[in-house]
C-alpha cells in the first residue's frame, strides 16, 4: 500500500513538473514570436542584406584625417552594398613613427581567418607592407593597405600618397591660380626631424 502511494505521488509530482515546464516553454516561445514579430517578420523591407563583407583595420585615433578615411571606406562599402566591419588598433606611440602595434597584427589575422571579401588597413610610414600583402595572397583574400610616403613599387592595390607630390600638386594649384606674381609661403610645424629647410 506504501509503495503504491509512493508511486502516485511521484507520478504526479513529476507530471506537474513536466506540465508547468511545457507550459513555461511556450510562454517563451510566444514572446519569442512577439518580438521577432515587431521588427523582424513583419518589416522584412528594413532589414539591409549585404552582398559583401569588408573589414577595415584603422589606428584607434582622433586625428581628422582617420576619421574620415573611415567615412570614405564605409561610403564605398555601402555605395557597394557591402558590409563594413571597423577593427581599430591602440597605437603606443606617434602614428608619424613606423610602429604597428601587435594589436593590428593580430586584427590582420583574424580578418584573414574570417575570409571576408577585401581587408583594407593603414600602415604608418616605414611599415613592412609587402609581408601582409603576400599573406593575404597566400590565403586569396583582396588587400588593399593605405600608407602615407610608402613607394608603391611591389606591392599590389596600394592606395599611396607621398608629401612630394601633394606639396607639388599645392603649389602647381596656388601657381594656376595666382599667376606668375605668386609669393609662396610654407609653414612647417617646429621641431620636425624631416624638415630640410
Known amino acids: 500500500m506504501r509503495k503504491n502511494w509512493l508511486s502516485l505521488f511521484l507520478l504526479i509530482t513529476f507530471s506537474l513538473a513536466l506540465t508547468l515546464t511545457t507550459v ?12 521577432l514579430g515587431k521588427s523582424v517578420l ?5 532589414l539591409k542584406t549585404v ?21 570614405g571606406i564605409q561610403q564605398g562599402a ?10 581599430t588598433y591602440s ?28 581587408v583594407v588597413m593603414y600602415f604608418p610610414p616605414g611599415s613592412d607592407i609587402k609581408s601582409f600583402s603576400s599573406k593575404a595572397q597566400e590565403k586569396q583574400v583582396p588587400f588593399v593597405p593605405i600608407a602615407m610616403d610608402q613607394p608603391v613599387q611591389g606591392i599590389p592595390a596600394l592606395v599611396t600618397s607621398d608629401s612630394f607630390t601633394q606639396g607639388a600638386e599645392a603649389v602647381s594649384t596656388a601657381l594656376g591660380l595666382l599667376g606668375k ?3 609662396i609661403g610654407v609653414i612647417l610645424p ?3 626631424p624631416n ?3
Not at 78 to 87: P, V
Not at 109 to 116: F, N, T, W
Open 24 to 35: 513555461l516553454n511556450i510562454l517563451l516561445i510566444g514572446k519569442s514570436r512577439e518580438e
Open 42 to 46: 513583419r518589416n522584412p523591407a528594413s
Open 51 to 71: 552582398k559583401k563583407h569588408y573589414i577595415a583595420i584603422l589606428p584607434a585615433i582622433s586625428d581628422p584625417f582617420f576619421i574620415n578615411l573611415y567615412y
Open 78 to 87: 555601402t555605395k557597394e552594398s557591402a558590409g563594413l566591419e571597423l577593427l
Open 91 to 118: 597605437s603606443e606611440v606617434e602614428i608619424s613613427q613606423s610602429f604597428l602595434s601587435a594589436e593590428a597584427y593580430r586584427f590582420f589575422d583574424i580578418a584573414l581567418r574570417s575570409k571576408p571579401d577585401g
Open 181 to 183: 606674381d605668386a609669393r
Open 190 to 192: 617646429a621641431g620636425n
Open 195 to 197: 624638415s630640410f629647410i
